[in-house]
């Protein structure tokens, strides 16, 4: 079951938040998390009809996604997770500072791509580059433990932010409690900008993050 402060995400949110196809999205989280994983960690709450998933499980879904799409078997990521796991001492291993994921020369912070090269290096493909994850890793803020604690869905440098302990993780306008989505129904029942700034006392570019995340995700 949930608990307060670790983000509450139906799949229509997950899709819209990370960008991918819903139904891929659907087929993933009702067709594997609830069995290939159930040994990990029970990633998903709620009946069939209305699966959710924690923060922590948003971001790491992301990476389970792109891998697949990738060609890498179901078994394969697995493998990895469960590997992981063990090494990094966290049932969220793909939740990990970006540091473990991105090829980095002068750190020399290979965790993951180590892992998966030699979990990978007898199936006779090309060598799987994991720069993919960098873009969306950049979008991840990280805690002392090195653990995502938030998301930047528009990059960090706009005012839009998925905080688990906001809203149940819905996204909300930075350093606000307001959800993006309030935002966004006065703008489509046709207030303007510069109104929605007054009335919500905030700076007109942050009603603006807000109006073009929802437009971007439509």
């Known amino acids: 079951m949930p608990r307060l402060g670790e983000g509450v995400f139906i799949i229509k949110d997950v899709a819209r938040i990370l960008r991918l196809d819903y139904d ?8 594997y998390w609830d069995h290939a994983l159930k040994e990990d960690c029970n990633y998903t709450f709620g009946d069939k009809g209305s699966k959710a998933i924690n923060f922590l499980s948003l971001i790491e879904f992301y990476t389970f996604f792109k891998l697949r799409e990738k060609g890498v078997s179901a078994a394969q990521i697995h ?9 990094l001492d966290t049932i969220y291993p793909f939740a990990i ?25 007898n199936d006779k493909k090309e060598q799987l580059h994991f720069r993919f994850l960098e873009a969306f890793l950049e979008k991840v803020e990280f805690n002392e433990d090195n653990l995502a604690t938030r998301f930047f869905p528009l990059g960090k440098e706009r005012n839009v932010v998925v905080d688990p302990k906001h809203q149940f993780g819905q996204p909300t306008i930075s350093g606000t409690n307001i959800r993006t989505q309030t935002i966004f129904n006065l703008h489509r029942g046709g207030e303007t900008t ?6 919500y006392d905030i700076p007109v570019d942050q009603v ?6 929802h437009q971007s995700a439509a």
């Open 194 to 199: 510069e109104n929605i700034s007054t009335l």
């Open 79 to 87: 493998n990895l997770h469960e590997e992981l796991s063990r090494k």
């Open 208 to 213: 603006r993050d807000a109006i073009a995340f």
């Open 24 to 31: 891929k999205v659907r087929r993933w989280i009702l067709g």
């Open 97 to 121: 500072g970006k540091d473990f994921f991105v090829e980095n020369r002068k750190r020399k912070k290979l965790v993951f791509v180590d892992f998966a090269g030699a979990l990978w290096k």
